[in-house]
């Protein structure tokens, strides 16, 4: 059964790695301004979202969004748009890890209840505003999945909202950064690199 497991974890590395490689290849043959032409502004927004929403169920689907939104940026949509579409995206996609976590509490043992419940007491005695600027900035500054911190929170069934507006806050200053990286950034990496 172990083998299988690491079979899988190679098999998702390579497969990601592989889509990296060929959206670079992609990107050095067509301009992201041709892509962003023969997608269409609006269905340009459409695609972040549902990719970001994708992306967002990494627990199920481990999808490069982010290279979209570097993409479509770059070929000329809004940035400030992009953030908040991809943004919540990735947290409609997020959700299914905290019920995951929510769900998969009936599951666990005794003593790992407790220590969840413990988390959970842990957390509310924390000045709210402390725990929401650690809930903004993981995903705001982290590449890592949000199923770190959602799957956890849902475990201790941490509130949902107290729980989903920093981090759709912090996916939206992400997304931002990966946006603007797509606008300053593309000529540099492709043209100039």
């Known amino acids: 059964m172990a083998f299988w497991k690491k079979e899988k974890r190679v098999f998702v590395a390579v497969a990601i790695l592989a889509i990296f490689f060929a959206w670079a290849i992609v990107l050095y043959?067509?301009?992201?301004?041709?892509i962003v032409a023969s997608v269409g502004i609006h269905n340009g927004y459409l695609l972040a979202f549902f990719s970001a929403v994708l992306g967002?169920?990494?627990?199920?689907?481990?999808?490069p969004y982010y290279l979209g939104v570097f993409t479509l940026a770059?070929?000329?949509?809004?940035?400030?748009l992009l953030a908040v579409v991809a943004g919540t995206g990735v947290v409609i996609g997020d959700s299914t890890s905290y019920l995951v976590g929510y769900s998969g509490r009936e599951i666990l043992?005794?003593?790992?209840?407790?220590?969840?419940?413990?988390?959970y007491e842990w957390s509310l005695k924390k000045p709210k505003w402390v725990?929401?600027?650690?809930?903004?900035?993981?995903?705001?500054?982290?590449?890592?999945?949000?199923?770190?911190?959602?799957?956890?929170?849902?475990l201790a069934r941490f509130p949902y909202f107290r729980l989903i507006i920093p981090m759709?806050?912090?996916?939206?200053?992400?997304?931002l950064w990966i946006a603007l990286a797509g606008i300053y950034g593309f000529d540099e990496i492709f043209l100039n690199g």
Do not use: C, H
């Not at 900035?137 to 949000?146: D, G, V």
């Open 56 to 63: 967002g169920t990494s627990i199920l689907f481990p999808f």
């Open 109 to 119: 043992t005794g003593k790992t209840q407790l220590i969840f419940k413990r988390l």
């Open 74 to 80: 770059a070929g000329g949509l809004n940035p400030f």
């Open 168 to 175: 759709w806050f912090g996916n939206m200053t992400f997304n």
């Open 29 to 34: 043959e067509i301009p992201p301004t041709e």
């Open 131 to 154: 725990l929401t600027l650690v809930l903004y900035l993981y995903p705001a500054l982290s590449p890592l999945p949000n199923d770190f911190i959602m799957i956890p929170m849902g």
